[in-house]
Each structure stands twice: as C-alpha cells, then as structure tokens.
C-alpha cells in the first residue's frame, strides 16, 4: 500500500488530498480565518445556563454560543474551577500540578446549576466544529493529542487504544505510561504507540507537557473569551494522527509550508524527512495527481464504480441513504446471488471511502442489493468493518437485516465536505453559446497574444470538452491557428476549469 498526501497551497487557504494507492481517500481544507477547530481549547465565558437540558451555552466568541452538557464537564470539572481561580490571580504558578490540591469528583447524575453559574470562567474544548446553524459543542474534559499518547489533565487514568489487540502489548505499554506519567495527569496511549520505547513515549509526553504549561501562562490576565491553546495546523494533524511506514510521499507547491513539514517531521519521524517534496512542475498540483478529475467524479449525487456499479447518495436532514445500484453488470455472474455479492463488496469498500471522503457524519444507511444467503451477509459485513477499519474518525457498523439495510453511525465533528460538481449548461437560457462563440473569444484573445513578440511558445489551458473540440480530426481547428499564424499552440485540458474557462500562458507566464 502506498500513501501520499499532496498540498495546495493558496493564499486564502490549504487543501490537502490524501491518496492511497492514487486513490483520493480524505479530501481537507484549512482556511486561515477559522478560528473554531476540533481541538482548540478557550478560556471562555458561561453563559444561560438550563436546568432543563442539563446544559449550559457558553460564549467562546463565536456568533451562536456553543453547548456544554452536564456529561461533558468532565468528573474533574470542580478541580479545573479552583485551578482556574489560582492562576488568574496569579496565586499559582506550578503549572505540573504536583502539588495542586484536587477537589472532589463530581456527581454522574447530578445538575449543571450547582457546578456552574452564569458569567463564571471556564477551560473548554472544542469537540465539535460549528455546523450550519449551531455553534461549537464544547468539553471541558481537556486533551492534549501527541504524536503517541493524549495528555489528559486532573485525572489519573491510563488507557490504550481498543485497535490494539495485543493484550501483552497493551499490558506493557500501560506499565509505561504509569512509570513516566506525571502526577495529576492522565495518559491515553494511542494507535501508533504500539512497539514503541519508554524514551519515545517520554519525549511525546514532555511535548505536551510544555504545550500545556505554554497555555496555563496565557490564563493569567486574559480577557474572556479567548483562544489559549490551538491545535496542530491541519498539515501536522494529518501527519501526527496517520504518518507510517506506507507513506512514499509528501508534496507542496509552497516553498514555507515544505519546511515546516520537514521540521515536523524532524521531530515525529525523522526517517521520512526525504519524503518530502516541492512541486514545481507548470502543471497546476492537483492535475498533476489526477486529483481535480477523482474530485468532480466522487462528489456527485451519483458515483460510478467498476463492472458498471454505481452508488445513488441522498443527504436528508435526519440522515443520509446510500443506494446500490447494479448497473449492467446484472448478466456477468452464475448467478443472481454471486452478481449480488460481487456488487456489494465492491459497492463496501466505495462506501467506506466516500464516508471518509465526503466527512459524511450521523446515521447513514446503505441499501446493499439483497442476498438470501446468511454466509454472503455475514461476508459484506466483515469486507465493510475492514474497508472502515482506515477510518479515524469513530463509527459503528450494524450487520445487514434481512432487507439488506446496513446502518452506520459515523461521529460528526466538523461540516461535511461538499462540492458542486455540476455547472449551468451554457447552452441554455439565452446564455452564452460554447464552443462556437467561446471560438470566437479565444481567437480573439489569440491574435492579441501571438501580435507579440515576446510571447514565444504559447499554452492554452481550458475544459476538456473544450480540448477535445479544438483538436479533433486531421484538419483541427488548432492546425488552422498553425496554417494562419505559424506558431504551434499547446493545448492543455484543465479538469478544475468549467466550460467557458480559459487561460493562455507564455515562457513569461
């Protein structure tokens, strides 16, 4: 298996495409004026709070106060009130909390009035990123992600990740944890902690460590509501939370975010330092990698897949539905069992990538092609938990009924990705009609450009359609522009561009 992540970096924002075997698997976009990540923990201020929903609303200055239930304060939450008060007054300044003295748990059934009141202050984390009309959901049950392990403040647990399976492993990795974890502290050991030694684990912890002293000084004297901590920039998230041995590599078209990364990775994996790459290629990153075209064919309502099957995605507003559909492949099998069967498994691993794709999030159910045969079932059941097993976001799988319904509940934490894949017909409507009067336009653009000297060779970059018709046959109407102008025009087709798109491009640029 081979992985890789290409970076476009724009001034505004960042995609980042993460492909597994040249297949787009996790499509991401970091914009520079988002200021409510997953991750990101504020000193913010409470605001109503509701004995009847057992929830508070707090203002951590986004335009719709974000939700705080009773279940997410967290059983420390009295601990993290007193330590709060201390430091803003400056009456504490150990931030290891060795010698903080812990306050009493807080009641699991107990009410959110008689641990907070409005206009307090308050630690919170953002578990939720606002979506559509709601704003952030909240914890104050604080974490700091490393590489290896979550630092986990006022708590004493430690815990290891249920993907590993190896009860000696874990055995040994919790004696690890307990023999480096500092007091006051809670340890979850991650995925990606397995095999590794207590001085890589150690340097992992220390890291957080500082982070979380780095936060705890910005406490003091700070104005309610503010951001104190910020997660990991989403290139390093990625990186921390997936980066193995099947990553070949990593590839950039800005020469800044190349070093970063390098330095990251310096830290976290440094054998894989070479990995990383400057695009410098004319051809736009995300052509290079097919990636515009695995983007305009995996976004739409409808999304093809090999031997003819194809998926139909619905989005309601209680949930999403996924129809498989055979297609033509109805007569290619022994039977109408095997056909089913074969479109199911295929239809499986298409599912679990567009759930990752697409961040889709709450129900989802996925009407696979009905199969009598218990074994078949119990065969698409196992195929999809494997295909969802590379997914990090937390899910859970219900085996098919008998209808052939599989029900999957995919945690949401951020808005789901979606992206118009279709454009106006500009046929239609009185509106510009393309090619022929686009032909116009782009001669035109022609003998302006051609008139000067200094335009040596001259590229053409437009839709592919649009491609396709200027150089089809023999006698092209390309081949005209040479027989006229005596200068040879690359054309180069540009998935990313829509039907009246063009740009033509010189040695100068």
């Known amino acids: 298996m081979k992985t890789e992540l290409i970076i476009r970096s724009n001034s505004?924002?960042?995609?980042?495409?993460?492909?597994?075997?040249?297949?787009?698997?996790?499509?991401?976009?970091?914009?520079?004026?988002?200021?409510?990540s997953v991750g990101d923990i504020f000193l913010a201020k409470i605001g109503k709070v509701l004995t009847g929903l057992n929830a508070a609303f707090v203002n951590v200055g986004y335009p719709k106060d974000g939700f705080l239930h009773y279940h997410d304060l967290g059983a420390q939450v009295n601990s993290l009130n007193s330590f709060i008060k201390k430091v803003s007054t400056g009456k504490y300044k150990e931030f290891t909390l060795k010698n903080f003295q812990f306050e009493e748990d807080i009641n699991k059934d107990g009410s959110i009035n008689k641990v907070l009141k409005t206009g307090q202050n308050l630690l919170v984390q953002i578990v939720k990123e606002p979506i559509s009309t709601k704003g952030p959901r909240l914890s104050s049950e604080l974490s700091i992600a490393g590489r290896f392990l979550v630092l986990v403040p006022f708590s004493n647990r430690v815990s290891v990740s249920q993907k590993i399976e190896d009860p000696k492993e874990k055995e040994r990795l919790k004696r690890l944890a307990k023999s480096i974890k500092p007091k006051g502290f809670g340890v979850i050991l991650r995925t990606v902690a397995e095999g590794k030694k207590v001085a890589e684990l150690d340097k992992?912890?220390?890291?957080?460590?500082?982070?979380?002293?780095?936060?705890?000084?910005?406490?003091?004297?700070?104005?309610?509501?503010?951001?104190?901590?910020?997660?990991?920039?989403?290139?390093?998230?990625?990186?921390?939370?997936?980066?193995?041995?099947?990553?070949?590599?990593?590839?950039?078209?800005?020469?800044?975010?190349?070093?970063?990364?390098?330095?990251?990775?310096?830290?976290?994996?440094?054998?894989?330092?070479?990995?990383?790459?400057?695009?410098?290629?004319?051809?736009?990153?995300?052509?290079?990698?097919?990636?515009?075209?695995?983007?305009?064919?995996?976004?739409?309502?409808?999304?093809?897949?090999?031997?003819?099957?194809?998926?139909?995605?619905?989005?309601?507003?209680?949930?999403?539905?996924?129809?498989?559909?055979?297609?033509?492949?109805?007569?290619?099998?022994?039977?109408?069992?095997?056909?089913?069967?074969?479109?199911n498994l295929i239809s499986a691993t298409e599912i679990a990538r567009q759930l990752q794709l697409r961040d889709m999030g709450g129900i989802i159910v996925v009407d696979f092609i009905d199969m009598h045969k218990a074994e078949n079932r119990n065969k698409l059941y196992q195929h999809l938990k494997e295909q969802m097993a590379f997914d990090r976001t937390k899910h859970k799988i219900l085996p098919p009924s008998k209808f052939g319904l599989v029900q999957i509940t995919r945690q949401r934490v951020r808005p789901e990705l979606s992206i118009k894949t279709t454009e106006a017909?500009?046929?239609?409507?009185?509106?510009?009609?393309?090619?022929?009067?686009?032909?116009?336009?782009?001669?035109?653009?022609?003998?302006?450009?051609?008139?000067?000297p200094k335009n040596k060779k001259i590229q053409l970059n437009l839709h592919p359609f649009i491609a396709s018709y200027l150089t089809?046959?023999?006698?092209?109407?390309?081949?005209?522009?040479?027989?006229k102008h005596k200068k040879w025009i690359t054309i180069t087709p540009r998935d990313a561009y829509t039907y009246l798109h063009y740009k033509f491009k010189s040695t100068r640029d």
């Not at 500082?210 to 406490?219: A, D, G, H, P, V």
């Not at 017909?425 to 003998?447: H, R, S, T, Y």
């Not at 089809?472 to 027989?483: A, D, E, N, T």
């Open 12 to 36: 505004a924002d960042i995609d980042f495409a993460l492909l597994r075997d040249g297949k787009l698997i996790e499509l991401n976009n970091e914009t520079t004026d988002n200021k409510f």
């Open 204 to 343: 992992d912890l220390q890291n957080s460590l500082e982070r979380w002293k780095t936060m705890c000084k910005r406490i003091a004297n700070t104005n309610t509501p503010t951001k104190i901590l910020s997660e990991l920039n989403r290139a390093s998230s990625i990186l921390r939370d997936v980066m193995n041995e099947s990553f070949t590599s990593i590839v950039t078209n800005d020469e800044t975010l190349q070093v970063e990364i390098k330095e990251y990775l310096q830290e976290i994996y440094p054998e894989k330092e070479k990995i990383v790459k400057l695009h410098k290629s004319e051809t736009p990153i995300f052509e290079k990698y097919g990636i515009e075209r695995q983007i305009k064919t995996s976004f739409g309502k409808t999304v093809s897949m090999s031997k003819g099957a194809y998926l139909v995605i619905e989005h309601t507003e209680a949930l999403h539905v996924i129809d498989v559909n055979s297609g033509n492949r109805s007569n290619k099998a022994g039977s109408q069992e095997d056909t089913a069967l074969e479109v």
């Open 472 to 483: 089809k046959g023999l006698i092209s109407i390309r081949f005209k522009w040479y027989l």
């Open 425 to 452: 017909n500009p046929n239609i409507n009185g509106q510009v009609e393309a090619p022929i009067v686009l032909l116009d336009k782009i001669e035109a653009d022609l003998e302006k450009f051609i008139s000067n």
